[in-house]
Nanobody, 125 residues
Framework: VQLQASGGGLVQAGGSLRLSCAAS????????MGWFRQAPGKEREFIAG????????NYADSVKGRFTISRANGKNTMYLQMNSLKPEDSAVYLC???????????????????WGQGTLVTVSS
């Protein structure tokens, strides 16, 4: 499956952005999905994960209550709504997919099979 992330940009602290991850080349509903971010000089960080049906989600503590992950299987697209953005949220955001036989499984590690190219989010203070 191929993944294309979009929606990044420059935003002031306290603002909002919505990222999208469009999937193609596979049956989207077979995949658990996740969002990660990587800032310069830092390791890739798990942000949020969602199960195949969207019934289960998981968030990193750093974004809990501010970010919301969702998916639209009919549109082969996953989203990340980011509110109350902070300068420390600045990073390249990547989406990822992992084939899963379990409907309610959320993958919170980097054990994903497929990765998108990333979209840059910059939050100014």
């Amino acid at each position: 499956v191929q993944l294309q992330a979009s929606g990044g940009g420059l935003v002031q602290a306290g603002g909002s952005l919505r990222l999208s991850c469009a999937a193609s080349g596979g049956t989207f509903s077979y995949y658990a999905m996740g969002w990660f971010r990587q800032a310069p000089g830092k390791e890739r960080e798990f942000i949020a994960g969602i199960s195949r049906t969207g019934s289960s989600t998981n968030y990193a503590d750093s974004v809990k209550g501010r970010f919301t992950i969702s998916r639209a299987n009919g549109k082969n697209t996953m989203y990340l709504q980011m509110n109350s953005l902070k300068p420390e949220d600045s990073a390249v955001y990547l989406c990822a997919a992992r084939y899963s036989s379990v409907l309610g499984s959320v993958v919170v590690t980097t054990a994903y099979n497929y990765w998108g190219q990333g979209t840059l989010v910059t939050v100014s203070s």
